[in-house]
């Protein structure tokens, strides 16, 4: 269970030094267990702060009606939150555990299309697993924690709950910079500029900045694999 002292560094910027202090701690700490309510708490608050994270003119860009509208079936498609302000949301959550990619989704896929079945998954697997161990010019560093948070911060911004996972540890690892970039990229790519890009992680490598790109990228096409795979799955019942 992450401490109450911990948990007083949420959305604060971290720098370097900083971040590996905060996934010292999470990892000497890491033999004791929350409960699942605890979980679905943080999941929950996780998700709510989400709503205030939204590119600049992110509202302005939504309500344009530029030549492009021409091109599109649908012009107001676009992301929505999933979860609501100040009312429950009316979209379920999806559980990983429930419907999850290793024992559901690359079954599926393999059935009908054994080959792309292997390359999805290798290609999942090298982003997620993928790493210098290096921060900074901090070398020999275990990232394995703080590139689990970034996996599933992308998951839960489409709704997705890994109920084996503290999402405590999303609000320690990723700061407001971090996650208003994440968040950006996922949902609002077309806004996306190099300023938001250079805005988290200055004290980190360009490599290490262009991985987090990788798995926001991968983990969110994880997401919707996830959504249409399961879709696919009910249908043929």
Known sequence: MV??????????????????????????????EDSQEEHIKQFEKVERQSLELAPKGEEQCCGDKSD???????????YKDFAKRGEESKLPTFRAQDYSWEEHGFSL????????ASLLDGKLS????LTYNTMGQNTMVDTSLLRRAIWN?????????????????????????????IK???C??????YKDYSHFWKDFKDSEKVHVNLMVLEARMQA????????????MK
């Open 3 to 32: 401490s109450h002292c911990l948990a007083e560094l949420e959305g604060a910027s971290a720098d370097v030094e900083t971040l590996m202090k905060r996934m010292k701690q999470l990892t000497e700490q890491s033999d004791a």
């Open 68 to 78: 492009l509208s021409n091109y599109l079936r649908d012009p107001e498609f676009k």
């Open 109 to 116: 896929v393999n059935r009908y299309y054994p080959d792309i």
């Open 126 to 129: 090298l982003t997620s697993n």
């Open 153 to 181: 911060y992308v998951h839960a911004l489409f709704g997705i709950r890994h109920d084996d996972y503290d999402y405590s540890e999303v609000n320690l690892l990723l700061d407001r910079s971090l996650k208003t970039y």
């Open 184 to 186: 950006s990229v996922c």
């Open 188 to 193: 609002f790519p077309e806004m996306t500029t």
């Open 224 to 235: 919707g694999l996830l959504y249409v795979l399961r879709a696919i799955m009910e249908y």
